[in-house]
């Protein structure tokens, strides 16, 4: 079973910056795309931001985008998640996935006021 590893989430106050990292474990399939989704208390699942490992094509939910930049390090197999401009509605368990087939565990952001 492939598991990728969340890391970097936390506590922090509106308008501040958090960056989730997300490693996948091996190569040993071809992963077309990874990406992070959220779900906050009592919300369904949604997507945040997906790159493609070949092509670095990039896609944002209207939410983030522009406050939220995906990047990835093709040597390490991990993406990073930038989070600036933080509200406290991005408050959430941040998951992340590989071909939206494999998931992490999740990783706990909290923004306060």
């Known amino acids: 079973q492939v598991q990728p590893v969340e890391s970097g989430g936390g506590l922090v106050e509106a308008g501040g910056s958090l960056t989730l990292s997300c490693a996948a474990p091996?190569?040993?399939?071809?992963?077309?795309?990874m990406g992070w989704f959220r779900q906050a208390p009592g919300k369904e699942r949604e997507f945040v931001a997906n790159?493609?490992?070949?092509?670095?094509?990039?896609a944002y939910a209207p939410s983030v985008r522009g406050r939220f930049t995906i990047s990835k390090d093709n040597t390490e197999n991990t993406v990073y998640l930038r989070m600036n401009d933080l509200k406290p509605e991005d408050t959430a368990i941040y998951y992340c996935n590989i071909d939206r087939r494999f998931w992490g565990q999740g990783t706990q952001v909290t923004v306060g006021w």
């Open positions: 790159i493609f490992w070949k092509t670095s094509n990039t």
């Open positions: 091996e190569r040993s399939f071809s992963m077309v795309s």
